[in-house]
């Protein structure tokens, strides 16, 4: 509950102050994660997770909501959450299935890497090439199957989404008539 509270701020800032404040909000929340201990503890033995369950947290669920990138969907999801689990005592992984199940999506790598693992995803790149004869080099250093695509830029006002995974993947940027 910790980590919807502290989304819930998010939210308040986006509709008061609108979306590119609601981003520094979410900038600076992040900033206060310490990325020291998971977030869950160790189950049945008494051990505390993370702080992080605040600041942290509510960059998962702005992250989800990025991902999903609808919307409409992803307040369905909020919204409709209150009342699937009203007058019920639920477990984190039950909140995470309920996600997965609405938005049709698999984020169970995601939130194995967030939520279960202090360190926070590397994302390495590479630019090798010269001229416009350029390739793009990436992948994911975390987790065994993490794979959270990332939305960039590659020309001006045009974004795209790519899939890093931890093995390397290549992109031929010779298709954009930019030089990089």
């Given at each position: ?15 008061m ?16 994660a ?23 947290g ?16 992803w ?16 477990d984190?992984r ?14 169970d790598?995601?939130?194995?890497q967030?939520l ?7 994302f ?21 199957g993490?794979?959270m ?9 045009k ?12 992109m ?9």
């Amino acid at each position: 509950q910790e980590t919807f509270c502290t989304y819930a701020e998010v939210l308040y800032v986006e509709c008061m102050y609108g979306y590119d404040a609601m981003i520094k909000y979410v900038q600076n929340q992040m900033s206060m994660a310490q990325n020291r201990r998971a977030i869950v503890g160790t189950p049945d033995v008494h051990q505390k997770g993370s702080s992080d369950m605040y600041a942290k947290g509510s960059a998962i669920l702005h992250t989800i909501r990025s991902l999903i990138d609808n919307d409409t969907v992803w307040f369905d999801i909020i919204k409709s959450m209150t009342n699937h689990f009203k007058h019920q005592t639920i477990d984190g992984r039950e909140v995470l299935d309920y996600i997965n199940l609405k938005s049709g999506r698999n984020f169970d790598n995601l939130y194995q890497q967030y939520l279960y693992n202090p360190k926070l995803p590397e994302f390495e790149y590479k630019l090798c090439g010269w001229g416009k004869r350029k390739t793009l080099k990436y992948r994911w250093n975390a987790i065994d199957g993490f794979d959270m695509p990332l939305k960039v830029t590659l020309e001006n006002n045009k974004f795209d989404w790519i899939y890093p995974e931890n093995e390397w993947k290549e992109m031929d940027l010779s298709i954009w008539k930019k030089d990089f």
